[in-house]
C-alpha cells in the first residue's frame, strides 16, 4: 500500500523567506516540499533554479520533490541532483529521450517521476512505468499556481492504478493542481496518495491548512 503524502508547493511561499517558509512547513507533518522549477519556455513563468534549490538544502530536513516545468529537461538533472534533490519529476511533453531522461535520475541516486499534462494519455508513458518511482498526473495545465482542478484528469489516476496492478510495480500516483480539502477526496478516491497543494495552503496557517488536508484523508 503507497502511503499518504502531502507535498505543500512553496511557490506559493514568500520568496524572500524560504528558510522560515520551510521551517514552518516541516513543523506541519507534511511529508515532502513541492519545488516547481520553471524555465519560461515550457511553461510561460520562470521562478527559480537549481541554486536557489541548494540554498534551501541546509535549512530542511523534508523531502525536495522537484517539479522541472523546463525543456529539454535531461540537459538539468546531475544540477538538481547536486543541489539535493530527493525526487525529480520531468514531463513526458519535455523531451523526445524520456526513457534516457529517467534512467539519468535514478543514475544520479534520486528518484524519478514522470509528469503527464492534462492533455498527454497514460499511454505515453506506458513503456516507461518500469523506471520510475512516482508518477504525476496534472490536474491543471501547469505554469501557476490557484488554477481549479479538472476532474476528467482521475481517468488517468484510475487507468495507472491497474497498470501498477496489473504490471507488478510500486510507483506512487501524485497529482498537482487545484488540491484543497474537497477535491484531495476525489484523488484519493481514483487512486492517488502523494498531493501536492500551493494556495490551499499558504493562503492561511500552513499548519491548520496542512492539518485539514490530512484529515480530509482520514474521513
Ligand atoms: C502548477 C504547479 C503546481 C502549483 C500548484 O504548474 O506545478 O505545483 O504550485 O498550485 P495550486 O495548488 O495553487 O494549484
Ligand atoms: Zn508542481
Known sequence: ????????????ADYANFE?????????????????IMDGHFVPNISFGAGVVASMRPHSKL??????????????????????ADIISIHAEAT????????????????????????TPV??????????????????????GGQAFLPETMDKVRELVVLREVNQLGFDIEVDGGIDNETIRVAKEAGANVFVAGSYVFK??????VHTLKEALHD
Open 96 to 119: 523526445s529521450h524520456i526513457h534516457g531522461a529517467l534512467q539519468k535520475i535514478r543514475a544520479a541516486g534520486v528518484k524519478a517521476s514522470v509528469v503527464i499534462n492534462p492533455g
Open 204 to 209: 492561511d496557517d500552513v499548519a491548520h491548512q
Open 123 to 144: 499511454e505515453a508513458v506506458k513503456n516507461v512505468l518500469n523506471l520510475v518511482d512516482q508518477v504525476l498526473v496534472m490536474t491543471v495545465n501547469p505554469g501557476f
Open 63 to 84: 523531502a525536495f520533490d522537484c517539479h522541472l516545468m523546463v525543456s529539454n529537461p535531461e540537459h538539468h538533472i546531475e544540477e538538481f541532483a547536486r543541489a539535493g
Open 1 to 12: 500500500m503507497n502511503s499518504y503524502k502531502i507535498a505543500p508547493s512553496i511557490l506559493s
Open 20 to 36: 522560515s517558509e520551510l521551517k514552518k512547513l516541516e513543523a506541519t507533518g507534511a511529508e515532502y516540499a513541492h519545488i516547481d
